[in-house]
């Protein structure tokens, strides 16, 4: 059973189409992250299921019922913002009850409720207090609050940590997978981080001007982007590119006089056939050392420069004219003017159409 | 709560469809369309008696518009109107108000900003007192400060005609109200400009003082090109502050040089035989004229700036 | 700036070999229509001396314009010349040493034996010094009445204030306003002294206002006055208006009966045409007592230190005096010369009433002359709310008038 | 690049003497003299000056040795013209602050409903500002002129009874002069505010959304209390304003009928250069000071006093 379902939902401002004909179903439990670059329309996406913006057309449905025409809060959600939107002048508790009051909620339903959402976030010793005297996370954990109080099946989360260091946001991340294993609810959550959405989603929908990309679960939009964008998009260090052309045989990637065995990959559409396209392939993918040998193709590089993360270092060379970084071992001793031999499966990689950009 | 849903069976889809003429629009627009007739109302009827002739008022309705327009109260007012035997209307006073106003207002505006830039960003000990003292100043009733001004402008006067050997007299000349102006307008003008660069990021300033700037290329080369804005809303608000002062104009200058606010009390309140209302309404229009056009052609500018001067005080 | 002008004016005027000639900034609150005419009669004579009348008319009342006057002397930018009533108003000015001594211009021509009476001269010495130059002589004390409002009500002119308030009723009936009245402090406080002296007597008032004798203020006979104020509190009910010329309008328009008002109401009537004894009626002293108080305006001269300015200051006040100036000015003001050798016979019938009450001594000095502005101010406060609250009831007005005649000094 | 907070940058620690105090921050110090003048000689020296010579007899010229103790206060609080005064000032001040509070921000929060026209609506509710009270007091002595004005016209529709004249009845005049003052000065309330709403994060009208709150309980409960900061700046504004109304006065009333509609402001001036008793007007203005700081210092002492938090 669908939980919410968007269908063919198109939102115009003026003459500016911001979200074009999308569809997606999001199953029940299941914890979709809308991801992509600042301005793809994914926290519009959200507004609008969330109601609080009018669409143009299309119809959204939760648990079943169609809500296109509904108040937001009459649509069974919660919801999450980036900057909290706590209220500033009540407590914590005054922000997790005002909304149950309001909605006339039986005083000791309330009290059981507020109990719940602060026992699960561990609040407790917060609830008397103003959001002012909180700390960023803090905050965050009672904006969390307010949407689990109202006891709904959806929970609608826009950038809930961005505004976050870095180090709060990982350990907030992990707090909230926990609660999404808790309490099995269903989360849409809007996200330009690519680590919060690998490590958090069920699926992963990534989106560009208003349209979606590709929406599949993490290992499959890592592994098998569905168009060069997503590719590009996803996973740090990016990608690396290299532009050229499948050979007639459709064995052979050709780029700048380099070959690049295809035997074994798995193409999406049919056989390959000869045509100009993009072959991309992770920084990560890339072997050093002894097994250099077995792998499909093997190049001789020089190393340009190094950096080193600490659990791994980052290599930088120029492989068939095209700038090439990829992935050591933290402890690899390397230095720039070295030179390494280094191997890959190109058929692990991702071949893209040069004109459609689309997976082959 | 679900009852909101379809009605008539239509699957609800796309924009929900919304009626017009709900209760709420109703009373939105209705209560904005009675306040703006509130707001408005004077401006007609200034308008419309200043268009008409004497005998039509007479008949004694202030709303009704003129059956025959004539605009001769207007070239009364504007020149004819006489108060004792000076018979120019309020061109006099207008070419006064601007006299005043234009060094007023550089004047002001150059002082109170070197203020708030000294006070948020070069702060030293004391410099909040006089700040504090300042803003308190704002509120202390004018009547309290104006006979001790009049003797401060009399004796600066005289220290200033003995330090330069030539005469100088403060008091009655424009330059004792330049004076003036800028003493009582320095409080909120200071406020605002001290405000406004305490919003200026403190790293601009540092990395500033780092290069070996100066107190003044500080503020001429980096804060003035930033505080632009700001200074549009203080040339706004001295302007219009300055050319509708009436209690400064009457007590500190002299009937040459009176601005045309006093000159319209005085013309309104010379009372020849019967009151023209016409005459006086038009007098009055044109008073207004410089203001309105002011705020009219700023618009945005003049409701952004008072946002921003405001609303972190 | 002024000085600047004025110096180069000279200068030029120096060169062309014609006697000295400065501008002058003169500052008075002439600006009805009567009074504009009469103050360019002013002008006029002293331009045609060479020198320049620049006027500084501030409108309003006095009440506006002593403000504007005594802080610019105050502040050291004094005008040239200035109108103020003569009395106590420039007490501290002289002694202060602001004003300029006019004595040798006084002696010269012989204006101790010309004014009449002597009392306005009186009120412009200090220690033997003359440093006022009295204009006309303004009296307080009449009431003008429409011959139209009459004639519409179909009631007799009234010939005295008794049968003024028994012809109220009549008025009133006929849509009329039976008193017209300005609401302006001075002219309660004005009319009330009329009221006072017509109905009390001049003795009365002199006890309370020459003598400060707050026990007759409290007294029966004063009793009797407030009661008069407060009829004739009730029958201005109705008129709302502010100045004084626009009450004095509205007995020339025929819709109030009439307006207690001192002589200077007379110029409008002449303005608007109408005639003393056929459009109109003046009763001095409210037809009761014919009496005048001999108030009226001066000119005084703050001292500057230029002695071209100073030379043109002298001759203004010379000039204020002269003869002809005297009859063109009076005559357009209404009021009464302030020189008794002087012939005015083409004054109407209101002006030559006074000028035989005057000529006859029936006079009494005026509020200016005996009491200080701080007590004027006083009086008129009390007078201006007793006039337009019909509630305040004339006793409790009348306490409060024993205890500022108490306290006057 | 890093500089350490607050930390005079231009004296070397190595250096055995400390630089001057007096000349740290110099330029800062001469640069803002005009400011140092007019608080401590204008501000400060001229109010001290006032308040002195308040215990004088002094007439029409200053006459500090003429000391008279609390005479003039003494008169003053007897004066009923005073009494009258205060009590204008104290029915105006409140109606004007709770008026202009609420008609503002009802406006403001009319026009923050994302309507048609909002330009439109703005400029018509702000322009009165642009005028002097001068000319806002003529205008609404015309409008309210019982012959030609509103009740004329009223009378002339048919409703022979109607009356409405303010500025002729001295029980309601204040509230002619009310009319007037809120038409001049309520727009620009109504900006603060509008500015003040503007500047509100719009996740908690989402927030608000999402919980199904009315917008009217929005404003009450959340929005209003959020404005706190802004709201006490238009009251001081306002009441800055309340205490100098003058001009108003003058040009609608000129403090009448009678004495109904004076203010302390308007018998300042006038004891003070009319009625030539300085003495008189200092006492009162000096009770008009001390009425302001009665407002003012428990004001500023909840506003800066404690620590500042946030």
């Known amino acids: 059973m669908t939980n919410v379902t968007v269908k063919d939902l198109t939102l115009d401002f003026g003459a500016v189409r911001v979200l074009d004909k999308l569809n997606i179903d999001i199953q029940e439990g299941e914890f979709l992250v809308l991801l992509g670059a600042s301005g793809c329309g994914k926290s519009t996406l959200l507004n609008c299921i969330a109601g609080l913006l009018d669409i143009s057309d299309g119809e959204i449905h939760i648990g079943g019922r169609n809500v296109t025409w509904e108040e937001p809060s009459e649509r069974g959600i919660g919801m999450v913002f980036q900057s909290y939107a706590l209220y500033p002048q009540m407590s914590v508790e005054g922000n997790l009850s005002f909304g149950l009051k309001n909605a006339r909620v039986p005083k000791p339903e309330i009290a059981k ?50 505004n976050l260091d870095a180090k709060l946001r990982a350990d907030l991340r992990v707090e909230l997978k926990l609660l999404h294993q808790k309490l099995d609810n269903t989360m849409i959550y809007v996200t330009h981080d690519q680590v919060e959405a690998m490590t958090l989603a069920d699926r992963i929908a990534i989106m560009r001007g208003g349209v979606v990309q590709q929406i599949a679960s993490p290992s499959e939009v890592y592994n098998h982007p569905s168009n060069k964008y997503v590719a590009g998009f996803i996973g740090s260090p990016t990608i690396n590119f290299f532009e050229g052309s499948i050979m007639d045989s459709g064995g052979e990637f050709l780029s700048a006089d380099m070959r690049f065995p295809l035997t074994g990959y798995e193409a999406t559409q049919g056989a390959l056939t000869a045509r100009p396209a993009w072959l991309g392939i992770r920084p990560e993918a890339v072997i050093t050392g002894t097994d250099v040998a077995q792998q499909p193709f093997t190049s001789d590089i020089i190393v340009e420069l190094v950096e080193p993360m600490g659990s791994d270092t980052l290599i930088y060379t120029t492989l068939a004219g095209t700038a090439f970084r990829f992935r050591m071992s933290g402890k690899a001793t390397v230095a720039a003017g070295d030179a390494l031999t280094i191997g890959f499966d190109p058929a692990q990689g991702s071949l893209f159409d040069k004109s459609t950009e689309n997976r082959l | 709560m679900t009852d909101a849903t379809p009605v008539s069976g239509v699957t609800p889809r796309g924009t929900k469809p919304r009626k017009r003429l709900t209760p709420t629009n109703i009373m939105l627009y209705g209560t904005l369309f009675v306040a703006s007739v509130y707001y408005l109302l004077p401006l007609y009827v200034m308008v419309v008696t200043s268009l008409k002739g004497m005998p039509e008022i007479r008949l004694g309705n202030v709303f009704s518009p003129p059956v025959e327009v004539t605009f001769e109260p207007w070239v009364k007012a504007w020149a004819q109107a006489c108060t004792g035997i000076n018979c120019d209307g309020l061109s006099r006073g207008f070419w006064n108000s601007v006299q005043i106003l234009v060094p007023s207002v550089v004047i002001s505006i150059a002082i109170a900003s070197i203020n708030g830039y000294a006070l948020s960003l070069w702060k030293f000990k004391g410099s909040e007192v006089f700040f504090t003292i300042l803003i308190f100043g704002a509120f202390i009733p004018y009547q309290v400060m104006i006979y001790p001004i009049v003797i401060l402008l009399r004796e600066s006067g005289e220290v200033l005609s003995a330090i330069t050997g030539t005469k100088i007299r403060l008091m009655g000349s424009i330059w004792g109200l330049v004076i003036v102006h800028t003493i009582f307008g320095m409080p909120i003008l200071t406020l605002l400009f001290r405000n406004y660069f305490a919003s200026v990021p403190e790293e601009l300033f540092k990395a500033a003082r780092v290069d070996g700037a100066g107190f003044w290329q500080i503020y001429f080369q980096i804060m003035l090109p930033m505080a632009l804005p700001i200074f549009v809303v203080a040339i706004i608000l001295q302007v219009t502050g300055i050319w509708n002062d009436f209690l400064f104009g009457v007590i500190f200058t002299k009937p040459d040089t009176y601005p045309m606010t006093v000159q319209l009390n005085n013309i309104v309140n010379s009372v020849q035989g019967v009151k023209e209302y016409n005459v006086n309404m038009a007098a009055t229009m044109l008073t207004g004229l410089v203001p309105l056009i002011i705020y009219f052609a700023s618009g945005k500018l003049f409701v952004r700036g008072i946002a921003a001067g405001a609303v972190k005080g | 700036m002024n000085y600047y002008k004025t110096t180069t004016a000279a200068v030029a005027f120096c060169a062309a070999g014609a006697v000295s000639a400065a501008e002058l900034e003169v500052t008075h609150w002439w600006t009805s229509g009567g009074e504009a005419a009469a103050v360019s009669e002013f002008a006029k004579a002293f331009d045609a001396t060479g020198n320049t009348w620049v006027d500084g008319a501030i409108a309003g009342s006095g009440g ?346 | 690049m890093a500089v350490t907070d607050g930390a005079p940058m231009m004296s070397s620690p190595t250096s055995s003497k400390r630089p001057n105090r007096l000349f740290k921050n110099l330029t800062a110090k001469i640069a803002t003299i005009p400011m140092i003048f007019t608080a401590l000689v204008v501000f400060i020296g001229c109010t001290v000056w006032t308040i002195y010579h308040s215990f004088t007899k002094s007439k029409l010229l200053p006459a500090p040795e003429k000391w008279v103790g609390l005479d003039q206060y003494e008169r003053l609080w007897s004066t009923r013209r005073w009494l009258v005064s205060i009590e204008n000032l104290a029915i105006y001040g409140f109606c004007s602050l709770v008026l202009s509070l609420v008609i503002g921000f009802t406006l403001a929060a009319l026009l923050d409903r994302k309507i048609r026209g909002e330009g439109i609506f703005r400029t018509i509710f702000l322009y009165p500002f642009a005028l002097s009270f001068i000319v806002t007091g003529l205008v609404w002595q015309w409008i309210l002129n019982p012959q030609f004005g509103i009740q004329g016209v009223v009378q002339r529709w048919g409703w022979d009874s109607f009356t409405f004249d303010p500025l002729n009845n001295a029980n309601i005049v204040i509230y002619g002069i009310l009319i007037a003052g809120i038409w001049q000065g309520s727009g620009f309330i109504m900006v603060i505010l509008l500015a003040g709403l503007r500047g509100i994060d719009e996740d908690i009208w989402k927030a608000s959304r999402v919980e199904g709150i009315p917008a009217w309980k929005t404003y009450i409960f959340i929005i209003i209390p959020m404005m706190r900061p802004i709201f006490v700046t238009a009251l001081v504004l306002i009441a800055a304003g309340i205490i100098k109304v003058y001009d108003l006065i003058v040009a609608q009333t000129s403090g009448g009928p009678g004495i109904s509609s004076e203010v302390p402001a308007k018998y300042v001036i006038e004891k003070m250069f009319q009625s030539q008793n300085l003495g008189q007007g200092f006492a009162a203005s000096t009770m008009m000071l001390l009425s302001v700081l009665v407002v003012l210092i428990p004001w500023a002492y909840l506003e800066f006093g404690g620590k500042r938090r946030d």
């Open chain 1, 113 to 162: 409720r507020v109990a719940r959402a602060a026992e699960i976030l561990q609040i407790e010793p917060l609830l008397k207090r103003k959001p002012a005297a909180l700390s960023g996370g803090q905050r965050q954990r009672v904006a969390i609050g307010r949407a689990l109080v109202r006891d709904v099946d959806v929970f609608l989360f826009d950038e809930p940590l961005s």
């Open chain 3, 64 to 409: 506006t314009a002593r403000p504007i006057i005594v802080s610019r002397i105050i502040g050291g930018d004094p005008m040239h010349a200035t109108q103020l009533n003569h009395g106590r108003q420039a007490e501290e000015l002289i002694e202060a040493g602001l004003m300029l001594d006019l004595t040798d211009v006084a002696e010269a021509e012989g204006w101790t034996d010309l004014v009449n009476p002597t009392s306005l001269l009186d009120s412009c010495t200090v220690d033997g010094k003359i440093y006022c130059a009295p204009v006309n002589i303004h009296s307080w004390q009449w009431i003008w009445l429409s011959h139209q409002a009459y004639a519409d009500a179909g009631v007799a002119v009234p010939s005295n204030w008794d049968e003024f308030v028994s012809s109220a009723k009549a008025l009133e009936d006929a849509g009329k306003i039976p008193l017209a009245m300005g609401q302006q402090a001075w002219q309660s406080s004005g009319a009330f002294g009329v009221i006072n002296v017509a109905v009390g007597g001049p003795d009365l008032w002199n006890k309370i206002n020459v003598e400060k004798d707050a026990e007759a203020a409290a007294g029966p006979e004063m009793a009797k006055v407030f009661e008069a104020a407060s009829a004739a509190r009730a029958m201005a009910a109705n008129s709302k208006v502010q100045d004084w010329n626009q009450a004095t309008n509205l007995v020339i328009t025929g819709q109030a009966g009439g307006q207690v008002m001192g002589d200077w109401a007379q110029g409008e009537f002449q303005v608007a045409g109408q005639v003393a004894g056929q459009d109109y009626t003046c009763l001095p002293g409210l037809g009761v007592n014919e009496i005048i108080s001999t108030g009226g305006d001066a000119f005084y001269f703050p001292k500057q230190d230029d002695p071209e300015i100073e030379a043109a200051q002298k001759e203004l006040a010379k000039l204020l005096l002269s003869p002809e100036v005297q009859v063109n000015f009076n005559l357009k003001k209404g009021s009464l010369p302030v020189r008794g050798d002087i012939d005015l016979s083409s004054a109407n019938d209101c002006m030559k009433k006074g000028l035989e009450i005057l000529a006859a001594g029936s006079i009494l000095q005026s509020g200016d002359q005996v009491l200080s502005a701080d007590t004027t101010g006083q009086i008129e406060d009390l007078m201006v709310e007793f006039w337009n609250d019909q509630s305040y009831s004339a006793a409790d007005a009348q306490a409060k008038y024993a205890e500022i005649i108490a306290a006057a000094d």
